[in-house]
């Protein structure tokens, strides 16, 4: 994307003075279009105005933004150059360059400021909990209390050195996109060529580039020849473009500027010259650093949540510390001192010393998990907010695919195969389609369900294949690499000679998952992949390998590929019968466009002994068919040559002319006169067509399943060509097809969806695709009220990627971004949960993410989300578990001043200890618990959902009662006369009893919290988490050691009991463990309906500072405003006869009704007023369905298929399907 050239959403960027020696600069907020000027107001890129103003040394106005012609968009690269003042031919002059350095800077990024280790401590502890453990350090300290003193900050530095060990987060996105810049480049400097470091490139030098050349900065292109450059890091296209000379539209997407080559990417082969046109930051590499530099990331739901429950906790430990001071001081008539110190000890009780620490030990449980699923985690927050994760936006290439083109298909002129097996091991077969009817009597075959069935081949129909096949290997320059583990991988070129494995030189770097055990073997391609592919179809059919087959075949000529012409030639020496003759059999491989006119026959009956007339319309469906299910399509053609052939003549143009010579050509055209016939007509036969993908990996397949049945939608969003982001779509479930539509739509027709259908994004939601062009035509109320109702964006640029993220958390989404190019950065960075590719992955995009995958692999993100809701059901057990026993110890101290009691029943270091040991052993276990067995059948949590919700509270309330009147009771009973059964104790007995009475009433309500809803009167309550074992029972060993043990337990006040007490114990853990059961089953149908409306009205009065809803309820107006855009049309209008833009009808649907939580409420219809959103108006969207699952609001927007769509949605993506192109 040349620098300024976005067609504005709002008033163009105007030229303002600046006191500096750039003088009248205009400069253009990046992403003023895209983003808002709001979003990245700091950041700033020259527009094209500005740099030639700059290039000549002028003070020019700058024109209106609509009235530029981008770079790519002017007609030739030599107008291009007088506009920057420059010489195509020399290049600048010495000392112009040096004014110009002077007044660009030089041509590098600018550094983000880092995040030093003294700010991530101060991360760290920078919350209201830890706070609340500081203050009461310092009062522990103020009263020489200092054993209590070193173990809350003991408690401290675990937690904090926990959080820093976990994260060890550090801004690298800056550098890491630093280090892709080219540190040399070929420059034009008087006329001659020099190697100038890169830095010193400013817009007009004119740079040459070869093969293995990093581009130094964004250059629109002079000259060209077989340049192929890798973009894939900006674009997400799987293979390498081949660079024109001719312009593109001003709108064209990154991926179609083909004239142009941007700054960072890599030269793959040939050669080509080009004019600098950006630099540094006004590059589109620099403007993805300024992206990730200033786009904020995503706060964490979790995080927020604890700092709420802090400022809830200071206020409720300041409230009864008060009360419990004036008690103490009034009523029990104790000292100031004396009443100060009781007052710090029911705090103490109360503030849940041990909670941070085990919060970070559970996140960090999850990360361990998930690392030994591979899936790494670098921000510890992230693995809860895996678990809320509503919407996945994923790549197409390596992720939901495996970056390994396959052959899917082969059509000849008498048969269609379908081949399975994905990537480039060599494991799968062919399989040949037949119709029903005639399949009857063939044996078993496979039905597809479209009236085809799917037909092993027998003996002779597969040697028939091979042969078809042979010219796929034969007219190949790639190779198919095979290592064993720890072997050098060895190929075999076009030569014969061996040569080491090296990088992929097109699509991106074509990296094998790690070999299975057993020393299995490891393919990897070496050359282009769609070659590779050829390669690898041809051993599941069974040929040899192909350096046996070229050794058997040798090579006598060859006609390269060219990007101009799209097709290549070789031409092999094959023996002719057994009496020692051979023949010259040429083959052609390329765009069946460009072979098709060069063919006057094709094999007929799969046979190469037999011809048959060409067929041209036959050629040309089966090619649209094929390109219309996104497929790349190859040609495959074959010819006798004379054995007199004069091989060296070999060129294009003698296969363009028949076999004309281009000399004789040239000659004759120079005389005015017809090219004279060829002495030997060239005699091609077109042999087959083949069809080539990417596909989707198996386990992708199955992982959005999962998704779509837990209630995710997920999105593709790729720099890939828009009908094969569909097809692919469609294999995936991401797209769903005319029948599921159908189905979908159901008898009620389009306007009206069930509940059922609601909950199914992937049947739902009729999408179709929306590119990136149509993106940046749209504003963000726009597209906001289409992204939901679309799962496929194809053509994407880095901005139009982060808009996306944006647009889907403006409507209270969370949202996950996949990525590994430098141009996922940012929307990487802005996502709830950012996730990078450990292995395909760049740097940038890793240190961006807060989350890595080691495998490359979107089911390991499925997986994930399953750790992720884990780790919130245990971190919500723990608080269940914690908080009502930590109010019960504080409680029981304030309770004993309000009921008079002589003496508390608990000291402070006792109630240090219950925290610190008890607290923590037993939350620890919770961590372990498994997940309940209906994990991924749940619909996501809603967006900000409390983790102090209803049922916490009331159990902090009834549990809290129910144990401080067992232990203030047991205490009584204990301190009465030794004339009352059971009484009569001294005061450390007392304490020790109304201790263990404490600590048991943990152990049985610990228990209670392993399932929260379900009862434990069950057998699976001795299952599922050996953990659990383990810390009841070192709890129990703590109570008699520090019960028993002289010394022991005079330092924490109490003495051993003895059989009476120990009963009374046994029995209090009993009660309390029924009691909760007994709650259990009352809670939803008896108190819940009760405490509803007292805690929404009480929530309702909040303040913000104590609210965890502010953010919710912001989302939820835009959604419901979304919702309203969306059903007037906001992606394009009503459906085939419900009319289209403003005029649309209202979407009928049935009353609201209120059901249990849980439940879909369908209802809230909204009319369809608005007009169609811009650049939409062929794919015609009606509101199905607004559902609120769990409180979370889901849109269901289902599109109508119509003929004008599908031809519209066919010429939205002209220009960016390039299907039936070679790859070679």
Not at 886 to 899: E, K, M, R
Not at 981 to 1007: C, D, I, K, T
């Amino acid at each position: 994307m040349a620098p300024g050239h976005l067609p504005p959403a709002g008033p163009p960027a105007h030229v303002h003075q600046d006191s500096g020696d750039r003088g009248n600069i205009g400069r253009k907020s990046l992403g003023t279009k895209s983003l808002g000027a709001k979003s990245l107001a700091k950041t700033s890129v020259l527009d094209k105005a500005s740099i030639i103003s700059l290039a000549k040394g002028t003070r020019a106005q700058q024109p209106q933004e609509s009235d530029e012609v981008p770079w790519h968009a002017i007609p030739t690269g030599e107008e291009v150059v007088a506009e920057l003042g420059s010489s195509a031919e020399d290049g600048l002059s010495t000392a112009e360059a040096e004014r110009r350095l002077q007044a660009f800077g030089p041509n590098k990024l600018t550094e983000v400021e880092k995040i030093s280790f003294w700010r991530r401590l101060w991360n760290q502890v920078n919350n209201m909990i830890i706070g609340l453990l500081f203050g009461a350090a310092i009062v522990e300290g103020a009263l020489e209390s200092w054993a209590e003193f070193g173990l809350i900050l003991g408690v401290i530095i675990i937690n904090t050195a926990l959080g820093l060990f976990q994260e060890g987060r550090a801004e690298k996105a800056a550098d890491a996109i630093k280090a892709l810049l080219s540190p040399n480049a070929t420059v034009l400097r008087d006329g001659q060529a020099a190697v100038l470091p890169a830095e010193a490139l400013v817009p007009g030098d004119v740079v040459l580039l070869k093969s293995g050349d990093k581009v130094p900065a964004d250059v629109r292109l002079l000259s060209a020849v077989n340049l192929q450059v890798q973009e894939a890091m900006l674009t997400g296209e799987s293979v390498p473009v081949s660079k024109v000379l001719h312009p593109a539209p001003p709108p064209a997407g990154l991926g179609d500027r083909k004239c142009m080559c941007f700054s960072a990417t890599n030269v793959v082969s040939g050669q080509g010259r080009g004019v600098v046109v950006a630099t540094g930051d006004s590059a589109e590499i620099g403007q993805i650093n300024k992206m990730v530099g200033t786009v904020e990331s995503a706060r964490n739901n979790l995080v927020h949540q604890l700092e709420v429950l802090g400022r809830w906790l200071v206020l409720l430990v300041l409230a009864i510390g008060l009360v419990a001071f004036l008690l103490a001081l009034l009523h029990a008539d104790q000292g100031f001192k004396g009443a100060f110190e009781s007052a710090v000890s029911i705090a103490v009780a109360i503030v849940p010393e041990g909670l941070p620490a085990v919060v970070t030990i559970v996140l960090a449980i999850g990360t361990t998990v998930m690392a030994r699923n591979n899936a790494i985690i670098r921000q510890l927050p992230a693995v809860e907010t895996l678990g809320s994760l509503n919407v996945i936006c994923s790549d197409k290439t390596g992720t939901l695919t495996k970056n390994e083109m396959t052959v899917v298909a082969l059509r000849t002129a008498a048969t269609e195969y379908t081949v399975s097996g994905v990537g480039y091991e060599p494991v799968g077969e062919f399989a040949m389609l037949v119709p029903d009817a005639a399949a009857k009597g063939a044996g078993d075959g496979a039905a597809n369900g479209n009236g085809t069935r799917s037909h092993p081949l027998d003996g002779a129909q597969l040697t028939a294949l091979q042969q078809l096949l042979k010219g796929t290997v034969l007219c190949n320059d790639s190779s198919l690499v095979k290592e064993r583990p720890g072997e050098v991988a060895i190929a075999i070129d076009g030569d014969g000679a061996a040569d080491g494995a090296a990088a992929d030189k097109g699509g991106k770097e074509q990296e094998q998952k790690a070999p299975k055990a057993g020393g299995a073997v490891r393919y990897s391609p070496l050359g282009a992949p769609t070659e590779v592919a050829l390669l690898t179809a041809a051993e599941k059919a069974g040929l040899p390998p192909a350096a046996e087959l070229k050794a058997a075949l040798p090579r006598v000529g060859t006609v390269p590929f060219e990007s101009e012409h799209k097709f290549m030639a070789t031409v092999h020496r094959e023996q002719d019968g057994g009496d020692g003759r051979s023949k010259l059999i040429m083959y052609v491989k390329g765009a069946p466009d460009r072979l098709l006119p060069l063919c006057n026959s094709q094999i007929a009956d799969n046979d190469l002994g037999r011809t048959s007339p060409l067929d041209p319309g036959f050629w040309k469906t089966q090619q649209a068919e094929l390109s219309s299910r996104g497929l790349r399509v190859l040609a495959l053609c074959r010819g006798e040559l004379p054995e007199d052939t004069d091989l060296s003549v070999l060129s294009p143009a003698w296969l363009l002319s028949g076999g004309v010579i281009p000399e004789v050509a040239a000659a004759a055209a120079a005389e005015g006169k017809p090219p004279p016939p060829p002495v030997n007509q060239l005699q091609l036969s077109m042999v087959l067509l083949v069809a080539i993908l990417d596909p989707p990996r198996e386990e992708a397949v199955r992982a959005v399943g999962v998704a779509h049945k837990a209630g995710i939608t997920v999105k593709m969003i790729t720099g890939d060509h828009a009908l094969t982001a569909v097809a692919i779509g469609r294999m995936l479930g991401i797209v769903p097809g005319a029948e599921e539509v159908a189905a979908a739509a159901g008898p009620a027709g389009p306007g009206v969806a069930t509940a059922a259908s609601a909950r199914r994004p992937s049947a739902a939601t009729a999408v179709s695709v929306i590119t990136g062009p149509q993106v940046d035509a749209m504003d963000d109320e726009g597209l906001r009220a289409v992204v939901m109702g679309c799962n496929v964006f194809a053509r994407a640029s880095p901005e139009n990627k982060l808009r996306i993220v944006k647009a889907l958390q403006a409507l209270g989404q969370t949202v996950a971004m996949t990525g590994d190019g430098v141009n996922d950065a940012p929307a990487l960075k802005a996502a709830d949960v950012g996730v990078a590719m450990g292995i395909t992955g760049t740097d940038v995009s890793k240190e961006a993410a807060k989350m890595v995958l080691a495998d490359d692999n979107f089911a390991t993100i499925v997986a994930a989300v399953r750790e992720g809701r884990r780790v919130w059901d245990n971190i919500r057990k723990i608080l269940i578990f914690n908080l009502p026993v930590n109010l019960a110890q504080g409680f029981s101290v304030l309770y004993a001043y309000i009921l008079g009691f002589k003496d508390v029943p608990l000291t402070a270091l006792q109630v240090l200890l219950v925290n610190l040991l008890t607290s923590v052993t037993l939350g620890l276990a919770l961590a372990a618990e498994p997940p309940e067995p209906d994990i991924m059948e749940r619909q996501p949590r809603r967006r900000g959902k409390r983790l102090v919700g209803k049922l916490l509270l009331w159990r902090m309330f009834f549990v809290c009662h129910v144990v401080v009147a067992l232990v203030l009771g047991l205490f009584y009973w204990a301190g009465r006369g030794s004339s009352t059964p059971g009484g009569g104790y001294p005061l450390s007995q007392q304490r020790a009893e109304a201790f263990n009475v404490l600590v048991g009433a943990q152990v049985a309500y610990f228990v209670n919290c392993r399932f929260l809803k379900l009862s434990c009167f069950h057998p699976r309550v001795f299952f599922g988490n050996r953990v659990a074992y383990i810390s009841i029972s070192l709890v129990a060993a703590l109570m008699v050691f520090v019960t028993y043990v002289p010394g022991v337990n005079k330092f924490f006040h109490m003495s051993g009991m003895d059989g009476i007490q120990w009963a009374r114990v046994v029995v209090a853990t009993a009660v309390v463990y029924a009691i909760v059961e007994i709650e259990k089953a009352l809670v939803d149908p008896l108190f819940m309906p009760i405490l509803r409306p007292v805690l929404a009205a009480i929530e309702d009065h909040t303040p913000e500072f104590l609210s965890v809803r502010t953010a919710l309820h912001a989302g939820s107006k835009k959604l419901k405003s979304a919702c309203s855009g969306c059903a007037g049309g906001g992606s394009g209008g009503g459906g085939a006869g419900e009319g289209v833009g403003p005029a649309a009808a209202p979407v009928q649907g049935s009353p609201a009704r209120r059901q249990r939580r849980g439940s879909t409420r369908a209802g809230q219809r909204a009319a369809a007023a608005a007009g169609p959103a811009p650049a939409l108006a062929a794919p015609s969207a009606a509101l199905s369905a607004v559902s609120e699952v769990d409180g979370h609001v889901r849109l269901g927007v289902r599109e109508v298929a119509t003929p004008a769509s599908a031809a519209a949605g066919a010429a939205a993506g002209a220009g960016d399907v390039e299907m039936g192109q070679p790859q070679p």
